[in-house]
């Protein structure tokens, strides 16, 4: 059924169920980094996302908070278990036939679980470059039927999708004592649910770290600053409704992201801003203005 | 280049368990060097396996180098195999393993051996950069010294097997042990005894106390360091003991 007003899914909106990194490194992107056998690490994020760059006459005002919660398992030191489970605060206000509107939902979203192997491991004093494979499913965990009384939700709006998503990726990681640089690429295929199939998701990320503190190392383990800048490049395909192609949706985002991390032994806190500086969205898709994170891990 | 293998301690396990509790070789630290380490994060997962080894009293460290410094619990025996297997379990690549053993230099035939304290285990004593037994002049007087005198002293150094099938122990550092001997009056059981030895041992630079309830004695070591007395007569008198220096 054509609903009166458009809401289209922002490419952007993706981004936080992106596959993020926990043992070190990177803030927006995956690593290749090892987690110790026996070794639990836990990180916690908040992400704000705001799009209102609307082509359309709608002037949608897209808002998401996301809190993605990621538990972080060594099986063994080549294979690392991940899940992610993303707290979702979704706000989309709009130009309706009815005035304008607010509509939103908050609540679990669909979570992530996926492991990562060890490839290859090439290591030397104070420097170490890794290449990994990670795989997994995203599970249909969030609400995906919510409704209000304009009726029900647009799947985009929905905090799930409702459908199973397998994915798929690769890792780079090439650290030494002053400067990190990880590289992911990942693509998710996304499967149909309730006569709606968002588009399958390619992303490439790119990390660099470099430590601005201390300036020389000293005895023992100090904890580092370091300063981040990151990119991502996100393709998304056309959603298909009811199998019918959108073709006011899907596109090419690339996002530059500069960052700041504090790293010790047993803890990180960091945060980063992401800011478009290409969208090749296709039709009259909704553009992201930014997206702002702030995180902290602990290991155990 | 000199073809080394690390040695594996279980002989030496093997041969103390064998002549008894008592006979227990006596290494005070293994130095592990790690291959990889490149973040403060990563830290924590080499600490956290070393830790869970028997006998590991504490262990240090240093991103800047990728020495892990592991301090053993008196008269461990440890198998440097179970040391590298931590380190790879990390995550992380295992190199050259150093240990520090404490014992008495022996000379015989030319050669300088090394038995450790608490074992019959002996090694032969290497130049750190030579391939055979030859030491540099240095070196030797050193030992020789150390031999006629038979004082206790710490060997630093890399151990491996050597062609013959001698143990061979290159030497990378000897630190001179300091004692003091203590009179100590008011314990009562082994558990002052054991609470004593415990409270000297965690004074800074104390390696080993050893502690008689039979002899109403303490004898404190240090390896390369100087041991204060009187500070240490004031741990024993705020444990609410009392001690003074042994004529």
């Known amino acids: 059924m054509k609903t009166p007003f458009k809401e289209l899914f922002p490419s952007a909106v993706i981004l936080f169920f992106s596959v993020i990194a926990a043992n070190a490194g990177s803030i927006t992107t995956n690593t290749a980094l090892p987690v110790n056998e026996g070794e639990f690490i836990f990180r916690g994020q908040m992400k704000y996302i705001s799009s209102t760059d609307d082509p359309s006459p709608a002037d949608r005002e897209l808002t998401v908070w996301s809190a993605p919660s990621v538990l972080v398992y060594g099986l063994t030191e080549k294979f690392t278990l991940f899940g992610i489970a993303p707290f979702l605060d979704k706000s989309l206000n709009v130009n309706t036939p009815l005035g304008r509107r607010t509509r939103g939902d908050s609540g679990l979203g669909d979570i992530r679980v996926f492991g990562r192997y060890t490839l290859g491991q090439w290591d030397k004093p104070g420097e170490t470059l890794r290449v990994g494979s990670f795989a997994g499913l995203e599970l249909p965990t969030g609400a995906d039927d919510v409704v209000d009384s304009l009726g029900r939700f647009p799947q985009h709006l929905q905090l799930g999708s409702g459908s199973w998503d397998p994915f798929i990726g690769a890792v780079l990681t090439w650290q030494t004592l002053q400067w990190e640089f990880d590289s992911s690429v990942a693509y998710k295929l996304n499967t149909e649910a309730n006569g709606f199939e968002i588009g399958d998701v390619a992303n490439l990320d790119l990390s660099y770290q470099y430590r601005l503190w201390p300036s020389e190392l000293g005895d023992a383990v100090p904890g580092y600053v370091y300063g981040v800048f990151e990119s991502n490049l996100i393709w998304q395909d056309k959603h298909e409704v009811l199998g019918a192609r959108d073709p006011n949706s899907g596109g090419t985002t690339w996002y530059l992201t500069p960052g700041i991390q504090y790293v010790t032994k047993r803890y990180i806190?960091?945060?980063?801003?992401?800011?478009?500086?290409?969208?090749?969205?296709?039709?009259?898709?909704?553009?992201?203005?930014?997206?702002?994170?702030?995180?902290?891990r602990f290991n155990f | 280049m000199r073809k080394m293998q690390l040695l594996s301690f279980n002989a030496i396990v093997l041969g103390s368990l064998l002549l008894g509790a008592q006979a227990r070789a006596e290494v005070s630290h293994v130095s592990i060097a790690v291959d990889g380490l490149g973040c403060p994060f990563c830290v924590y997962g080499i600490e956290k396996q070393l830790k869970h080894i028997d006998g590991v009293k504490k262990v240090d460290i240093e991103l800047k180098t990728g020495l892990a410094l592991v301090t053993l619990e008196n008269g461990v025996s440890p198998n440097i195999s179970t040391f590298q297997n931590a380190v790879k379990k990390a995550g992380f690549t295992p190199r050259e393993v150093q240990i520090t053993a404490v014992g008495k230099v022996q000379a015989k035939n030319d050669e300088m051996h090394f038995s450790l304290r608490g074992s019959d285990e002996k090694y032969l004593l290497f130049d750190k950069d030579s391939a055979n037994a030859d030491l540099p002049p240095e070196l030797k007087g050193q030992l020789l010294k150390l031999a006629e005198s038979q004082s206790l002293v710490a060997v630093t150094g890399t151990p491996h097997s050597h062609a013959q099938g001698q143990n061979g122990l290159s030497v990378e550092k000897l630190s001179p042990l300091a004692s003091v001997a203590l009179s100590v009056n008011g314990m009562a059981c082994e558990m002052c005894v054991a609470r004593l030895t415990q409270l000297l041992e965690e004074q800074k630079d104390v390696y080993q106390a050893r502690v008689s309830l039979a002899d109403k004695r303490a004898v404190i070591e240090a390896i390369d360091a100087t041991l204060n007395a009187d500070e240490l007569i004031k741990t024993i008198s705020d444990a609410g003991f009392s001690a003074s220096i042994e004529p």
């Open chain 1, 269 to 296: 806190i960091e945060g980063a801003v992401q800011l478009p500086v290409i969208q090749d969205l296709n039709g009259s898709a909704l553009k992201n203005d930014y997206i702002v994170t702030a995180g902290f």
